[in-house]
């Protein structure tokens, strides 16, 4: 029996994917959980294996095309293993995959359900040449051109990147207070002063780009900073770190972040939120996912360490050294990278101070957190030398007053000074 390999679900707000290589062709015997492609999403680097074996009678995509997601990869002669594989004409294929049925992508942090674009015809793979997919309805579209707006320069905020109609007029009103309604100005030709180099952006820093875009334009930020003492903390952490170690997890500051973030959050919901404009509603999340920057190859990646605040210390240690692994080798599962309710950039280890992080949307805070440097700091009337840890706290000033972020910060702060007490000895 002829059957479609089709393209699975790859995550929230993910509807389709660039394929890198095909691993199969055919005539191949193939047996199930044998990967047929890898392909590269917005976030990571994806293997896609086989649902069922049998023989591929034949292989729909080449390396370089985009595929969606519920589109056929392969047709394969489905059989038993006292089945002889028997071939079936092209024709017979086509009719069977025109049944195809697109797929539903999972919900989404706000509470949505997102699908993918349906192809009307699943055999057609996108070209990769095409302009990134708009989701968007035909009124929104409608609408776009009754402002004179590109509907390609609009970031959507709602599941999936769907276009609304407050996004168009957020758009258009950013637009006539810069005067650019044709959007950004075109590029001189800089080979005119001397030799330049033309490299393209992958997908992976494209939709950085974008979604930096989107966070930057829609949310107005604050940014608050901190030096927290962690002088005590720093000389705990090197007595007990040979014990982690010895355990197979490696204990840096960051999962100890990490535990005192989850804490503080707990205590601190509106850091925990996002902000529906759309709908006027705040929506309190009674789950701390943990967001932790990594700088790869191939750009900035963001794992997600799930019920942080119900994990111990030495749990996260382990987990964190798995994630930021497989993130820079591209071999992270989609979904390790989506349902941050909260993120941390740490920037210490390239020797910053205080910067300002942007915020992650749609999550409402995200702390920088800088390299620690020794201060001289008056403890009664002595001067001593206190290791001093700068964090800098960026929230969304729609969902966080000033005072709260602050409150936020300090007691962050207070938390991570006396983590000390609570590592084991």
């Known amino acids: 029996m002829a059957t479609d390999i089709a393209m699975p679900s790859l995550g929230d707000g993910v509807s389709e994917a660039d394929v890198l290589h095909v691993l199969v062709e055919a005539g191949?015997?193939?047996?199930?959980g044998q990967t047929l492609i890898e392909v590269e999403t917005d976030k990571a680097t994806v293997e896609v294996p086989s649902d069922a074996s049998g023989n591929v009678l034949k292989v729909h995509v080449k390396p370089g095309d985009t595929i969606l997601g519920g589109n056929p990869i392969i047709t394969i002669n489905e059989s038993s293993s006292e089945e002889a594989i028997t071939s079936r004409s092209a024709q017979e294929i086509d009719n069977n995959a025109s049944e195809q049925v697109p797929i539903d992508i999972p919900n989404n942090q706000m509470g949505y359900s997102a699908k993918p674009p349906i192809n009307t015809h699943p055999h057609t793979t996108v070209s990769t040449q095409r302009e990134t997919p708009v989701f968007a309805s035909p009124s929104i579209r409608k609408l776009a051109r009754e402002f004179g707006i590109d509907i390609y320069q609009?970031?959507?905020t709602g599941p999936g990147g769907r276009i609304s109609e407050n996004d168009v007029k957020l758009f258009s009103r950013a637009k006539q207070q810069t005067g650019r309604l044709s959007g950004l100005p075109s590029l001189p030709d800089f080979s005119t002063w001397g030799e330049v180099e033309e490299q393209?952006?992958?997908?992976?820093?494209?939709?950085?780009a974008n979604n930096l875009s989107t966070s930057w334009s829609n949310i107005p930020h604050v940014t608050l900073n901190l030096d927290t003492d962690i002088t005590d903390l720093e000389k705990t952490r090197q007595e007990v770190k040979q014990k982690f170690q010895a355990k197979g997890a490696k204990l840096t500051i960051t999962p100890i972040l990490v535990k005192a973030l989850a804490d503080t959050l707990s205590s601190h919901p509106r850091l925990n939120s996002s902000i529906d404009i759309a709908n006027s509603r705040l929506i309190l999340k009674k789950y701390i996912n943990i967001g932790i920057a990594t700088d790869t190859e191939k750009g900035l990646i963001v794992p997600v360490v799930k019920s942080a605040a119900d994990k111990s210390l030495f749990d996260i240690c382990v987990e964190l050294s798995t994630l930021a692994a497989e993130a820079r080798t591209g071999?992270?599962?989609?979904?390790?990278l989506v349902a941050g309710t909260f993120t941390i950039s740490n920037?210490?280890?390239?020797g910053t101070t205080h910067f300002t992080p942007i915020v992650n949307f749609p999550e409402v805070g995200i702390l920088g957190v800088g390299r620690a440097m020794q201060k001289p700091e008056y403890i009664g009337e002595s001067l001593s030398p206190r290791l001093h840890l700068p964090l800098s706290l960026s929230f969304d000033h729609r969902a966080v007053d000033g005072a709260d972020g602050a409150k936020f910060l300090q007691d962050l702060g207070d938390t991570l000074a006396n983590m000390s007490l609570h590592l084991p000895k």
């Not at 191949?28 to 199930?32: E, F, L, Q, S, Y």
């Not at 920037?347 to 390239?350: H, P, S």
């Open 28 to 32: 191949d015997d193939i047996a199930k």
């Open 154 to 156: 609009v970031p959507g």
């Open 200 to 208: 393209p952006l992958p997908r992976i820093r494209k939709t950085i």
């Open 331 to 336: 071999s992270i599962g989609p979904e390790f």
């Open 347 to 350: 920037l210490g280890g390239l």
